[in-house]
């Protein structure tokens, strides 16, 4: 039998002019299905029923915690974009996995609402200068308790650190909610208007508030976030470049973000990243014709990032898309979407940008400067096309799960769906409501006894419609679950690598894991002898397929050697491959 050797951390991907291939005959990524969440679906707050207390609509980013098969999904500023009143919260949740990567059974175990650091004063989704419940009142030169939470991430002891769109912020909670570190907000990324003044709720326009006219865009701060896998580093990605960068002064036209990297032992800012979107021509060539392409305005405002996952020392997942799809925004409607995609990236090699402003005159990047490499893994909007699938707008959660049957692992999107209400700038909140083929009801919250054509109408009260017709539901958030070829450090060293060298299993240890490279230890022997490991999972049946035991065929051979194997469980074959692996290098 010959030995696996230990080839690199992550499987090296190709993109081919026929799609994404992978050496090995595995498709890198390979779309198994969707899980609809509708918005009857209550999180676990007790704030009491309805839009703004309880209706669940938290996948605005997702994490997934191996030690106890759990997910966590956070909301974000809550049903009233910024204005209404809403206290931000993340909930947990567990979905059961097929061998194959299938998900189902959505099941929430938890909802935890986000607390100041006096662990009773809540957090609002409230924009800084509406917020007038604060201590100081509404002022839209200070922060205060507004929070927009768009990133997740958690520690080994269970803290949870959120990034937040307002700010742009980094903070860190205890497993409770109760904040208890704020990390630095580089000078580069506050908002600012012309005076130099904070402007966290002025926009690109001319106005009160002041306008932007440096740092974040208005609405465009962090919208994901991962720890490294060692657990040393925080990195925060911001939707798109800051409000200066780029041709004009106008962040909306340049294409360059930056991925943010703290140290989460000083909280300080270590080092900024250039990603490069994709180009206007890259992307106006995957829309049919000309006259529902992206203008230049586009470029870094209706493209940008919405997630990040770390996957090696260096590398990364990111999410780049659109803004097109299945919304509560009518005007988007039938517009055809380009851009839902899933990139492999690593920053090793990359230019540190921290004290280097980029070109407001053009996408040129500074001499020297080295953007971030990407790699297309999944071509996500190709795959719910061919799949007949609802393609959202908001593409935003992004995880990567347990171990499959062949070595690959479950990679989960989820989606914002804005908890399926809109809202005039007045802060008039209408449930939306749509059919099959995108026509709209609107309706005052949580009543569905009286629907309207049009916001205008619901606003006034004019032309009443009656109660939803049928056929018309309200917007549900979606969990997309793929099969994808993602190696985390310590996966597949050999057949019997199944452990930590502290006895973990690889399946339930994805961060802060020490796996030693050369090969198969004490660790591994003691977890395929633990009271959960061989002996208990042979007597499971077919149930015990892809459990951390499972390493092999029917007939002995490694998995990873011979994937379209017979495989009926726990048993001899796999006995018989740890016992031959176990003193073979890597």
């Known amino acids: 039998m010959k030995a696996n050797r230990r080839v690199g951390c992550v499987v090296a991907l190709v993109a081919l002019s026929g799609?994404?291939?992978?050496?090995?005959?595995?498709?890198?990524?390979?779309?198994?299905?969707?899980?609809?969440?509708?918005?009857?679906?209550?999180?676990?707050s007790g704030s009491g029923a309805g839009a703004n207390l309880s209706r669940f609509g938290h996948f605005s980013d997702l994490w997934y915690q191996a030690s106890t098969d759990t997910y966590y999904a956070l909301s974000d500023r809550g049903p009233g974009g910024g204005l209404i009143s809403y206290e931000p919260r993340f909930s947990t949740f567990k979905v059961d996995v097929a061998p194959n990567g299938a998900i189902s059974n959505f099941r929430l175990t938890s909802t935890v609402i986000l607390k100041q650091a006096d662990g009773v004063s809540t957090f609002n989704g409230l924009t800084p200068a509406l917020d007038a419940t604060r201590p100081g009142g509404a002022n839209n030169q200070v922060l205060g308790r507004s929070l927009d939470p768009e990133g997740i991430t958690v520690d080994a002891q269970g803290n949870v650190y959120i990034a937040d769109e307002y700010g742009p912020s980094v903070l860190k909670f205890n497993p409770q909610g109760?904040?208890?570190?704020?990390?630095?907000?580089?000078?580069?990324?506050?908002?600012?208007?012309?005076?130099?003044?904070?402007s966290y709720s002025g926009t690109r326009d001319s106005g009160v508030p002041a306008s932007v006219v440096t740092g974040r865009q208005d609405n465009r701060g962090y919208e994901g976030l991962t720890l490294s896998l060692d657990g040393t580093k925080l990195f925060g990605v911001l939707q798109d470049p800051l409000a200066q960068e780029g041709p004009q002064a106008q962040g909306r036209r340049g294409q360059h973000v930056r991925i943010v990297e703290f140290s989460v032992a000083t909280g300080l800012c270590t080092a900024q990243y250039v990603y490069t979107l994709e180009s206007l021509a890259e992307i106006n060539g995957r829309i049919p014709g000309t006259a529902q392409d992206y203008t230049a305005t586009a470029q870094g405002r209706n493209i940008g990032l919405s997630g990040i996952t770390a996957i090696g020392p260096t590398s990364f997942l990111v999410i780049e898309r659109d803004n097109r799809g299945?919304?509560?925004?009518?005007?988007?409607?039938?517009?055809?979407?380009?851009s839902k995609r899933i990139y492999r990236i690593d920053i090793a090699g990359a230019t540190d940008v921290k004290s280097v402003a980029l070109s407001n005159s053009s996408n040129t990047l500074p001499a020297g400067v080295v953007a971030v490499s990407k790699t297309l893994l999944v071509d996500v909007a190709a795959d719910l096309t061919t799949a007949g699938v609802v393609i959202p707008e908001k593409l935003e959660g992004l995880s990567v799960g347990p171990r499959l049957v062949d070595g690959r692992r479950l990679l989960l999107l989820g989606t914002d769906n804005d908890y399926s209400v809109t809202q005039t700038g007045a802060g008039q909140q209408?449930?939306?409501?749509?059919?099959?083929?995108?026509?709209?009801?609107?309706?005052?919250?949580?009543t569905p006894s009286q629907s309207?054509?049009?916001?205008?109408?619901?606003?006034?009260?004019?032309?009443?419609?009656?109660?939803?017709?049928?056929?018309?539901?309200?917007?549900?958030?979606?969990?997309?679950?793929?099969?994808?070829?993602?190696?985390?450090?310590?996966?597949?060293?050999?057949?019997?690598?199944?452990?930590?060298?502290?006895?973990?299993?690889?399946?339930?240890?994805?961060s802060g894991c020490t796996n030693s490279a050369l090969g198969p230890n004490e660790g591994d022997y003691n977890a395929f002898f633990a009271a959960d490991g061989f002996f208990f999972q042979a007597g499971q049946g077919t149930a015990a397929i892809g459990s951390f035991c499972d390493i092999a065929c029917d007939n002995g051979m490694p998995r990873n050697e011979e994937p379209s194997c017979t495989n009926n469980g726990v048993n001899e074959g796999d006995y018989n491959a740890f016992f031959n692996a176990l003193f073979l290098g890597c």
Do not use: H, W
Request: net charge negative.
């Open 178 to 198: 109760v904040l208890v570190q704020t990390f630095e907000v580089p000078a580069n990324l506050t908002p600012k208007d012309a005076a130099g003044t904070p």
């Open 19 to 44: 799609g994404v291939q992978v050496m090995g005959g595995i498709s890198p990524a390979t779309y198994r299905n969707t899980l609809t969440v509708p918005t009857s679906t209550a999180d676990l």
């Open 430 to 446: 209408f449930d939306v409501y749509l059919n099959a083929v995108s026509q709209y009801r609107y309706t005052a919250l949580d």
């Open 452 to 510: 309207y054509l049009t916001i205008a109408d619901a606003s006034a009260g004019t032309n009443p419609q009656g109660p939803v017709p049928a056929g018309f539901a309200q917007v549900p958030g979606y969990l997309y679950a793929y099969a994808a070829s993602i190696s985390l450090p310590g996966d597949g060293c050999n057949a019997a690598d199944i452990a930590c060298d502290d006895g973990t299993p690889l399946q339930r240890a994805i």
């Open 326 to 338: 299945q919304s509560v925004d009518e005007t988007i409607v039938g517009l055809p979407v380009s």
